[in-house]
């Protein structure tokens, strides 16, 4: 019997039974299918996690690279993607010929309510509620003890420099926390110069660990143009992965409160 499943971009998926042989191509979104026990069988060469299924799992190009031709042998009977990490043509010529489900995120409850209708997608109601309900309960301790308030830069990249502006998913994080974001009222992800960041004055930068790989030397270049900022490398999985990962998040945030917000 047909069944009726709208993605987050409102578009209509028919699938005629439950699927079995799923092709995943966001890493965070992967990561969830292995949890909710139903292992993709194909996956993106930055779908690291778990780290034991990796090695081992078929790899079907970039998020934004895709190999079309390797899904195609692979004959799924559903693909799970999503709106900003995957290149809308190659999702539009995938959609011509297999179910295509994507999701589009950019709020903590963007993420629940995926997290909820992949598992009545795969017959894993159950197990995504709870979930669902655990990362809720996560976030409701956290809001409860969340520190003082900073004024935070989060950096994505270096040369040139992206930050993190309002309508994502990290900001959205960053908003849980109870920390300020100096680009609040900029796009998503615009890019600064040293100027723009010296102008911005945050009293916190966050050196994520993705997509670029910050390390100790470029947290020293910061502090060269920003001496009085607390200058901190952040697991960008924990403020970016919208999955189950998120069940860590807030005790991740709870911990950089202690090592830097608490006097």
Not at 43 to 60: D, L, R, Y
Request: proline letters at 6%; one cysteine or more; a negative charge.
């Amino acid at each position: 019997m047909e069944r009726q499943f709208y993605d987050q971009m409102g578009n209509c998926v028919t699938l005629n039974r439950t699927p079995e042989r799923v092709v995943s191509l966001v890493p965070s979104q992967t990561e969830l299918l292995y949890y909710l026990g139903t292992p993709p069988i194909g996956q993106t060469i930055f779908c690291i996690h778990p780290g034991q299924a990796f090695s081992e799992a078929t790899k079907i190009g970039g998020t934004k690279k895709l190999n079309l031709d390797k899904i195609r042998a692979l004959k799924p009977d559903l693909i799970i993607g999503n709106k900003e990490e995957n290149e809308r043509s190659q999702i539009e010529a995938l959609s011509a010929e297999f179910p295509v489900w994507m999701s589009d995120i950019n709020t903590i409850q963007d993420g629940l309510d995926m997290i909820t209708r992949v598992g009545a997608l795969l017959g894993k109601s159950n197990e995504s509620i709870q979930l669902k309900l655990g990362i809720q309960s996560a976030f409701n301790r956290l809001i409860a003890t969340k520190g003082r308030m900073q004024r935070v830069l989060y950096l994505i990249w270096r040369d040139p420099y992206f930050g993190v502006g309002s309508q994502t998913f990290v900001h959205d994080v960053l908003q849980h926390w109870g920390v300020e974001n100096v680009l609040a009222n900029q796009p998503r992800y615009p890019e600064l110069s040293r100027e723009d960041m010296i102008d911005l004055n945050p009293d916190v930068v966050l050196l994520s660990s993705e997509p670029f790989p910050f390390k100790e030397k470029h947290r020293n270049e910061i502090l060269d143009f920003l001496p009085n900022a607390t200058t901190i490398l952040v697991d960008g999985e924990l403020f970016s992965w919208y999955g189950n990962r998120m069940l860590d998040t807030p005790g991740y945030l709870e911990e950089l409160t202690r090592r830097y917000f608490t006097s």
